[in-house]
């Protein structure tokens, strides 16, 4: 047992050193081995993180609330409801996970928008239904790329940037 305890110990402290960028002796960490990951688990709950998943799916609804607030839906009041799920706690991403968000947003936004690219491509230009839906998601995923680069190019955390440089480009 002692001979897990200090192979735990030192999980926790390589664990500890690469999350918090704490380094050195934790004794605490040695005698709490067991429950290190479940407190690392209730803390990342009350600071706010959520997982990637999570967040892509709310851009990608806050993507399709967007799409509800134009016509002939004329949901008008979905369209700051989608702008705020978008920008909502944007300074704490890095900015990798900002870019995701925006390109997961464009997907949404673009993937309800467009079934008419699908039927142009497909009834209109005599193609495959599987070209027609390879081409359709193509083109939404670069159209995406216009929302993924301004909330990408967000770095709050460093001081450089403004979350409201990119609120043009993502109210258009």
């Known amino acids: 047992p002692s001979t897990w305890l200090i192979s735990r110990y030192w999980q926790v402290s390589w664990y500890t050193q690469w999350r918090y960028g704490v ?11 067991m429950d290190v990951v479940d407190k690392d688990k209730e803390y990342t709950f009350f600071a706010g993180r959520r997982s990637p998943i999570v967040d892509c799916v709310v851009a990608l609804a806050a993507g399709v609330l967007t799409t509800l607030s134009a016509a002939p839906f004329s949901l008008w009041w ?25 390109w997961c ?23 495959g239904a599987l070209v027609a839906m390879f081409l359709t998601t193509l083109f939404v995923s670069v159209l995406a790329l216009f929302f993924a680069v301004p909330l990408g ?3 709050a955390s460093r001081g450089h940037g403004s979350p409201f440089l990119a609120l043009p480009v993502c109210g258009w």
């Open 23 to 33: 380094s050195g002796l934790h004794l605490s960490a040695l005698s709490n081995a």
């Open 78 to 102: 979905l369209g700051p409801v989608s702008v705020a799920l978008v920008y909502w706690r944007i300074a704490s991403l890095t900015p990798a996970m900002a870019t995701l968000r925006g």
């Open 105 to 127: 947003y464009g997907v949404g936004l673009f993937g309800s928008g467009t079934s008419w690219v699908f039927v142009a491509i497909h009834d209109f230009g005599g193609t």
């Open 153 to 155: 190019s967000i770095d």
